[in-house]
Every structure is written in C-alpha cells, then in structure tokens.
C-alpha cells in the first residue's frame, strides 16, 4: 500500500527554535500534502492544504506566517515551525494524496515539544 | 457543509466479543466516509473506506462498516475482538462535491480491550 514517511518523529526544543518537519510520499505522487494539528486526546485539525508547486492554503485561524508549508515536488512537503513557542507544542501530522477522490495516506506523526 | 459525530468517546469491550463504534455524518453532497485508526504516537491507519458503491464495506483486521444513507450513519463493527485492536478510530467524511476532497473528522473513540 501507499507509503507515506513524515521526518522526524519527535523534537525537543528550545523556545525561539524554528523547527522543520518533512513528510515523504515513498510509493506514489503526492499532488496534494496537508497537515494536521492534534492536540492530546482530541481529533485532528486541518491547518493546511499543499498543491504541488502552488502556495499553501491554510484553515482559519492558522497563521501562515508562523508555519511555513513548501511543497516543492511529488514526494516532499515540509512544514516549518518558525520561532516556536511552548503552546505550538502538538503532534503534527501530514498525509498524501494522489490524483482527486483518492483517500488520503498519512504519516507516523512528529511530536514536537517547545520547552 | 460536512460533519462527522461520533457518539461515544470511549467503548471498552472484552477480549472475543463483538465491537460496535458509531458514526453518524451530515453532508451537502454524496459523501465518502472512511474509518482510521490511530495507535499511540502514530499517523492514521485506513481500516477501509466507502465510495457509493456497496453500501457494506469490508476492511482490513476483520472490520466492516455498513453505509445507511436513511439513518446517516457509518457504523464500525467487528464480531470479535482483539488485545491488539485497543486503539483511537476516527470516522471521516469527504463530500464528493468538495475539489479539494478535504476530510471532516469525528471526535474520535477510544476503544479499550479488556483480558
């Protein structure tokens, strides 16, 4: 089945720290990435849809400005984290998706934790 | 406009006996309903998905779920369960009718699997 790897899988950091997150479509061409935001126990929140080689679309409410989204080719969009914070502390996850209607395949997740 | 609710936020069950995880969707247009699971500080899984074909969808780990357009429901069943199913599942919509096939997830319910 479709692979997708997302890098790394957990950070610790300092405040002030901008943090980079990458997610990979292994087996397949992403034509769309998003990433998510989950906070403990609760469901997954849409932050951002990446088309490739267009810029980012972000949900309401998430600055563009503070998470940098490039999705430079099929198989690699990265998320930065710009001077983080200890409330941008979260489990991030991305996923992938092929052509439109087909599901989307996401990653293990990357726990990031601003101290 | 999509959303997804699922009606309970825990279910615990005992090793061998039948799991029932309900979801219930609103949706503009024809949707697509999937169910992921999640274990712990992981990405998501997909169990399996349905997409106006039959209205019964067979998964991966023995699961299923049954599409009822007239109750608007996507309910998640299994007749026997196993330590290892212990995990978070998500109920997702898509409607059909949204270009960016962006998906709606449930609250989640944590499935719990007593000895």
């Known amino acids: 089945g479709a692979v997708v790897s997302q890098h790394p899988s957990r950070v610790i950091c300092k405040s002030g720290t901008s943090v980079k997150i990458e997610c990979r479509s292994l087996?397949?061409?992403?034509?769309?990435m998003f990433w998510y935001r989950q906070f403990p126990k609760q469901s997954l929140m849409l932050m951002a849809t990446?088309?490739?080689?267009?810029?980012?679309?972000?949900e309401q409410g998430v600055e563009k400005d503070k998470f940098l989204i490039n999705h430079a080719s099929l198989t690699l969009s990265t998320l930065t984290v710009t001077s983080a914070h200890p409330e941008d502390s979260s489990f991030y996850i991305c996923?992938?998706?092929?052509?439109?209607?087909?599901?989307?395949?996401f990653g293990d997740g990357t726990r990031l934790s601003i101290l | 406009a999509q959303s997804v609710t699922q009606l309970d936020s825990h279910v615990s069950v005992s090793e061998g006996t039948p799991v029932l995880l309900r979801c219930n969707y609103s949706?503009?247009?024809?949707?697509?309903l999937f169910w992921y699971v999640q274990h712990p500080n992981k990405g998501l899984q997909l169990l399996l998905k349905?997409?106006?074909?039959?209205?019964l969808v067979k998964g991966i780990n023995g699961f299923e779920a049954e599409f009822k357009k007239s109750e608007t429901s996507f309910h998640l069943t299994k007749p026997s369960a196993h330590m290892s199913d212990a995990a978070e599942y998500f109920c997702?919509?898509?409607?059909?009718?949204?270009?960016?096939?962006?998906?709606?997830f449930g609250g989640g319910t944590r499935l719990m699997v007593k000895p």
């Open positions: 996923s992938a998706r092929g052509v439109s209607g087909q599901p989307q395949h």
């Open positions: 087996d397949f061409q992403a034509t769309t």
């Open positions: 990446s088309n490739e080689g267009s810029k980012a679309t972000y």
């Open positions: 949706s503009s247009y024809s949707p697509s």
């Open positions: 349905y997409t106006s074909a039959a209205t």
């Open positions: 997702v919509v898509s409607d059909l009718g949204n270009a960016g096939n962006m998906l709606t």
